[in-house]
């Protein structure tokens, strides 16, 4: 094993001092690319594979400013809080007046998980710019977790520690906040549960050894730290044997861990939950080449009620009471328990766990997105004949019922798009990556104030859909403000992909960035101001063939247009797809992409009447507090409005100039309500969503006194009921929605044709009479002149 190792630091060694010449050749930016002997990480054995974050630079823009703020955040942190716990348990002394940072690392049971997320954030944080005061910060963490780690296993070897650190390890290599006993209690023969009690409880032991383990190998994958890998590594050497021996040193042990044992644990709510722990130890066996690590990766299988549910496609993320499967799982599961759950089994896949794993990633994917959707990216919620807790899962189909109290949680959105990315890489399909941009410019932007506050991260928990609401931001030491200092610190990690064979380049967003391909000798450099523009130019330096495939967003419905040196490409741009620009590129070629944005309104699956209003990728709020009418929600007609090519933007929802940030501002025709990007972080109240209110049949101001009626086929039935809510529902499509859908129209005599057969089908449906049909159309015909394009 420590051949493998040394073999590897060895060739990236030498590989690094290869791409520091080549790319100083082409003149990049301040941090030199460094090339790896083999991809390690997630994707590392896909068919495409991610750049390491060194390769790429952002640029200017929208999330250069989001990512700067962080930065500024933990350039002025004091790093020694997160020591003072460690040390604690280490019997090692603290400084005077530093304290724990607080919040959930004050000592409690989830103590430690924060340090991981710190240690992800400097060394992401530091490949950004290559600014010393990141890797100083990180390099005295790394250095002082060894120390600890190695106070603590000397205790194994029969020394004595006292106060704090008085037990005595039952493995070597363990290394934590807490004693060692938090972690294994959680199995037999105690089975510990979730609570307070620092004696006999547990609260997701394994989440944060798994959130420790991920920050030091991303201190090892972006700053190259073998000491951070050697911690790393015996920390799984001990995984192994809690996990497989078990806690061999209580007076009630029986025997080693079996995988009914571990079913049992996993179950358990919040006490189960190990983060994406399983996503870890495959990395670990892939550089070690101990396969016990990958051993190690599977003890976490959710076996019992979650895994051959989701191999089989039967969702079972909530079931009423008299279906729950397993011994232990609650009825409605928590979201951000198990979403990682699938990231972990996606490395498994990559390094010989079977077809199984991956099969279980993509359909239980498939169970979020889009069945448990918001507009925003997000997921989960209470709704109706629930407890309030909105850190579960809501019921499949289930949006507009979900979306009131808090809202969706941060962290599952983190880990939403770091699960669609990992299926990118397997199964190239581009609605992946139109819901990955959806998430990371909505919810993920959106989570960080706006501010140069620096007393906490700034950082959204949940982020409420209920209307009329404002964000809240701090979080210092909660799950979600550690994995937001994460995703604010790797905006550059899916900009762009390779083949394995670099052959191909997949350009899946855009944002202003630069790309340094070492092995291919070619640099991309993306100037772009999106999303505040729908432009991108990309310029190439170095020669050769390759294929770039340009991510065509699913909302680009007013086209997509590219350039190669000004002349148009003939590629075919189908939205939802990729468009191959296959050619000899030689330095000073340049590719410019138009994809001009457009306002449309998305309905709610369950409730056609919950809307939100969407720019290009991007949820527009609508700003204000809301009354009590429409049961909370504004309310707003649009229709009348809409000219025949069914642009929103000619006048309904209309854009008024650019704020002094450089972000859209739009108003509402009706009821002159300011409405913006959802990405903009400050204190204001704001809505989401908002309800439709048509009343009549309109065509312009002709109003044909024909109530605007509802069709309910087509609805989603709910698996598990909504407390008073028929399933399914009675709120479907209205007769201008369904004749809406149809725009553009070429003329208004295609107009009146849709009116017609639309009017026709709900006479059919016995929904209008005959009569009603006859005045609708006739005044659809007289409505020539009001439907004509500005």
């Not at 015996?234 to 025997?255: C, E, F, R, S, V």
């Not at 052959?503 to 340094?516: A, E, F």
């Not at 553009?744 to 026709?760: I, L, Q, R, Y």
Request: charge should be neutral.
């Amino acid at each position: 094993m420590a051949r493998i190792h040394q073999t590897l630091l060895g060739v990236r060694q030498l590989l690094w001092a290869f791409a520091f010449g080549a790319i100083a050749l082409v003149g990049t930016g301040a941090i030199q690319a460094e090339v790896l002997a083999v991809d390690l990480g997630p994707g590392s054995t896909a068919p495409v594979r991610p750049f390491a974050l060194n390769q790429v630079q952002l640029g200017d823009g929208l999330l250069q400013e989001k990512r700067d703020r962080i930065k500024s955040f933990l350039r002025s942190y004091d790093e020694r809080k997160f020591l003072v716990l460690f040390n604690n348990q280490a019997g090692r002394s603290n400084p005077q007046g530093v304290t724990p940072p607080g919040g959930w690392e004050d000592g409690g049971l989830l103590s430690g998980h924060w340090t991981g997320h710190f240690m992800t954030a400097l060394s992401q944080a530091y490949v950004d710019q290559g600014e010393q005061v990141f890797k100083t910060k990180l390099d005295w963490m790394i250095t002082e977790l060894a120390a600890c780690q190695d106070m603590i296993a000397a205790r194994f070897n029969g020394s004595k520690g006292s106060g704090a650190a008085s037990w005595t390890p039952t493995f070597p290599g363990y290394l934590g906040a807490l004693p060692e006993d938090t972690v294994l209690r959680l199995g037999p023969p105690r089975w510990a549960i979730y609570g307070g009690n620092l004696d006999t409880n547990t609260w997701a032991p394994w989440y944060t050894q798994h959130k420790i383990i991920r920050g030091l190998l991303d201190a090892y994958y972006n700053t190259n730290s073998s000491k951070a890998l050697g911690i790393a590594t015996k920390m799984a050497d001990w995984a192994y044997l809690a996990l497989t021996i078990g806690d061999k040193n209580h007076p009630q042990y029986t025997g080693n861990l079996t995988r009914d044992d571990l079913n049992y644990m996993w179950d358990l709510y919040i006490g189960g939950e190990f983060g994406g722990a399983n996503e870890v130890f495959p990395e670990i066996y892939q550089i070690t080449g101990d396969s016990r690590h990958l051993e190690t990766a599977k003890a976490f299988d959710n076996r019992e009620s979650l895994f051959g549910g989701a191999v089989n496609n039967q969702d079972i993320l909530v079931v009423t009471s008299d279906k729950i499967p397993g011994r232990r799982r609650p009825a409605r599961l928590h979201a951000n328990q198990h979403i990682p759950q699938f990231i972990g089994y996606m490395r498994v896949y990559e390094h010989g766990g079977g077809q199984d794993y991956f099969t279980a990633a993509k359909n239980f994917y498939d169970w979020v997105v889009p069945h448990r959707h918001f507009a925003t990216g997000g997921v989960g919620g209470s709704y109706p004949g629930t407890d309030t807790n909105g850190e579960l899962f809501q019921n499949r189909d289930n949006i507009a019922n979900a979306m009131a109290g808090t809202g969706a949680e941060t962290c599952t959105t983190y880990n939403t798009l770091k699960l669609a990315r990992n299926l990118f890489l397997h199964d190239h399909n581009a609605t992946y990556m139109d819901n990955y941009e959806r998430g990371l410019f909505n919810q993920i932007a959106g989570s960080r104030a706006d501010t140069a506050s620096t007393r906490d991260p700034q950082l959204t928990y949940f982020q409420s859909l209920t209307p009329g609401v404002p964000r809240d931001f701090g979080n210092t030491g909660t799950c979600c403000g550690g994995t937001g200092m994460e995703s604010h610190t790797k905006y550059q990690e899916t900009v762009y992909l390779r083949s394995a064979d670099g052959s191909t380049l997949w350009v899946n967003l855009y944002i202003p960035s630069t790309l340094s391909w070492a092995e291919k000798g070619f640099v991309v450099k993306q100037e772009t101001a999106f999303p505040r523009a729908d432009t991108a130019k990309f310029t190439i330096t170095g020669q050769g063939p390759l294929d770039i495939k340009l991510r065509v967003p699913a909302w680009a419905r007013k086209g997509f247009k590219v350039t190669v040196n000004g002349q148009q490409s003939d590629a075919v741009a189908q939205p939802g797809t990729y468009l191959t620009l296959s050619r000899t590129w030689k330095t000073g070629d340049v590719i410019e992409v138009n994809m001009p944005f457009s306002i449309r309104i998305e309905r709610a699956l369950d409730r056609p009447d919950t809307q939100a209003i969407m720019w290009g990728p991007l949820v527009l709020q609508i700003v204000g507090k809301t009354s009590s009418a429409n049961n909370g929600f504004l309310g707003l007609s649009l229709y009348r409005y809409l000219k025949l090519d069914g642009d929103y933007s000619s006048a309904a929802i209309k854009r008024t100039g650019t704020s002094a940030t450089g972000d859209a501002t739009f108003k509402t025709a009706d009821g002159g309500l300011t409405v913006r990007p959802y990405y903009i972080g400050d204190s204001q109240a704001v809505s989401s969503y908002f309800r439709r209110i048509e009343p009549t049949v309109v065509f312009g101001t002709i109003d044909t006194g024909v109530p605007n009626r509802k069709r309910n086929e087509g609805l989603p039935s709910y698996d598990v009921p909504v407390t008073g809510i028929p399933s399914p529902g009675t709120d479907g499509p209205t007769f201008l929605d369904l004749v809406w859908d149809q725009a553009p129209f070429a003329t208004h005599k295609a107009f009146v044709e849709a009116v017609m057969s639309t009017a026709d089908a709900f006479v059919a449906a016995k929904v209008y009479s005959a009569g009603e049909r006859d005045t609708i159309v006739a005044k659809a015909s007289q409505a020539e002149q009001e439907l004509a394009p500005n």
